[in-house]
C-alpha cells in the first residue's frame, strides 16, 4: 500500500532537519512496542545506512539514496536486504518543508511518503507514534528552555545548552532511550559499559563498578547513573542482595569519582520504594520520611552513596521513579501481555495506589535534572494525580479493548515473588505526587494514563493534516 503523511510543525523547517540528522533520532522514531530495534544509524541522511534487528536473528537495512536527497529538504530510504526487498517493496521519501504560519512565524511541513506491501494499520500506528514522538520532543525542549529563562534561538525553537553526558545503564529501556532524546537535543552522551570490547566503540568508556577509572569522568559535565540489577523477582535473600550490591557499592565509588573528577552534576536513579510498601491514603511527596521494609532500607541506602559528591560540591538529583509505562520493557508489556488474554484483572481489590510515570516524561525529567540548577535533592517521578490499580487495569484492557472483569488474588503474585516481594511490588500502596516537579512549574506530556498507554503500545490514530500554513 501506500501511506502519505503531513505534520505540521511551529518550528524553523532547518532546527527541525537537524533534529533528523542528529544520532538517536531512529530509535526516538521507533516504537519499543514494534517487533525491530535500531542497533545502528545511519552517519548520513544521503548515503548511510540504517539496521534493525528484527526476530528470529533477522536483520532490516535501510539504505539512503544519493539520488534521492537533497540536502535540507528531502532524503529517501529503502529495504536493502533480502528477503525484504522483494517481500515489502519498502521506499520511504521523507520531506522538511519550509512553511509560513499566518502571522510570518517560520514553521514546517514534515511529510513522509511510503510505498510498501504492509498493512495499512501497521503503517498507520508507526506513523502516528513518530508524529507525536517527534512533535512532544521539540515542544519539551522549547519548554526546557522556558524553564531555564533561555531566549529564543530562531523563530520557532529555542536552544538548549550542550553538555557532555556519561550515563551508566546506558542499553536498558530507559537507558537507550534516554540517551536517543539526549543526543537528538545536541548534547554528546558519552557510555559508560562495562565490557572493555565494548569500550572501543566511539563516545563509550570502560567503566569497572568497584574501581572506575581516575579518567572516567573526564570533560564531563553530567554523569547520569541509571545501572542496577532489575528489582522485580523473587524477594529472597539472594535476589535482595544482588539488587543492594549492584547499586550502593558501585554508587559510593561514583560518588567519589564525581569528587575526584570534579563534576558538577549527579542524575541518579532511584525508586518511590522509598517510601515502604504501604502508606495507606497518605500523600507522599518528596519531604515523606523513608518508609520501612527491606526495598525502602535499599534505597536508602542507595541515596546515601552518594553523600562524597554532595560534599565535593556536586548538584545531586535523584529521580524516585514510579511505575514506568514503556512498550518496550518493563512492567508494561508483560501486564499487556495478561490483559491480552481477557484473563487479567486487579490485583485483589484494587484500590492499592498505582504511582505510574509514562517513559517520555521520565526522560524529560532526567533531562531537566541535568540542565536546571535549581532541581537538586529528590524528584517524585510520578504522574500527577495518580490512579490506584483497578483504574489502571481498567484502562489498559480499553485499550487493548478487552475484558478485565477476573480480579487476581493475593497468592498468585505471592507465588512468583514470594509473600514479600508481593507486598513490595504487586500490592505496594504508595500515593506519591511529584511536588518538587509541580512547584518548579513543570509540564508533564501525560497527565492522563490512556494517551500514555495508546503511545507506547502503538495504539494511537494518525490524525489527518489540515493544513494552516504556506509553503
Known sequence: MSLHTRQLLHHDHGYVQEWFARPGAVRRLTPGRAPLTPISEAASLRDGITEFRLPAGLRWRARHTPEGYVAGSRFVDEVANQPFAAITGWRHAHYVEAATGPNGERWCIVGDDVDARIPALGLESLFAFRHTVLAADLAAADRLAGYLDLGHGTDSGRLL????????????????????????????????????????????????????????????????????????????????????????????????????????????????????????????????????????????????????????????????????????????????????????????????????????????????????????????????????????????????????????????PALLLGSSGADELAFANQRVEPAALVDAGHIFRYNDLEPALRHELAREELRPYRGDASV
Not at 553538555?163 to 536498558?172: D, F, K, N, Q, Y
Not at 508494561?332 to 484494587?350: D, E, W, Y
Not at 540542565?371 to 480499553?398: C, H, M, S, W, Y
Request: glycine fraction near 12%; charged fraction near 20%; include cysteine.
Open 161 to 412: 545548552p550542550h553538555r557532555t553526558i556519561a550515563v551508566t545503564g546506558s542499553s536498558g529501556t530507559v537507558g537507550s532511550a534516554l540517551c536517543a532524546l539526549l543526543t537528538t537535543s545536541g548534547h554528546r552522551v558519552i557510555r559508560l559499559v562495562r565490557s572493555p570490547r565494548e569500550a572501543a566503540a566511539p563516545d563509550t568508556r570502560h567503566w569497572d563498578p568497584a574501581r572506575p577509572s581516575p579518567r572516567l569522568l573526564d570533560d564531563v559535565d553530567a554523569l547520569i547513573h541509571l545501572a542496577g540489577e532489575p528489582i522485580a523477582g523473587r524477594f529472597t535473600d539472594k535476589h535482595l542482595e544482588a539488587v543492594r550490591s549492584s547499586r550502593v557499592e558501585p554508587t559510593r565509588a561514583l560518588a567519589h569519582a564525581v569528587a575526584a573528577a570534579g563534576t558538577p552534576v549527579v542524575v541518579s536513579a532511584s525508586a518511590v520504594g522509598y517510601y515502604g510498601p504501604d502508606r495507606g491514603r497518605e500523600i507522599l511527596t518528596e519531604t515523606s520520611v523513608r518508609g520501612d521494609g527491606p526495598l525502602a532500607a535499599i534505597v536508602g541506602e542507595w541515596e546515601r552513596a552518594w553523600d562524597p559528591a554532595r560534599e565535593a560540591g556536586a548538584r545531586v538529583s535523584v529521580i524516585r521513579t514510579g511505575l514506568v509505562q514503556a512498550g518496550g520493557g518493563g512492567l508494561l508489556p508483560m501486564l499487556a501481555r495478561i490483559v491480552s488474554t481477557g484473563l487479567g484483572g486487579r490485583l485483589g481489590k484494587g484500590n492499592q495506589w498505582f504511582p505510574w510515570i509514562a517513559l517520555d516524561d521520565l526522560l524529560d525529567i532526567y533531562h531537566r535534572a541535568v540542565l536546571d540548577p535549581d532541581l537538586a535533592g529528590p524528584i517524585n517521578a510520578v504522574a500527577p494525580g495518580g490512579v490506584d490499580n483497578a483504574e489502571f487495569t481498567k484502562t489498559l484492557a480499553k485499550v487493548l479493548r478487552r475484558p478485565a472483569a477476573i480480579p487476581v488474588p493475593k497468592f498468585g
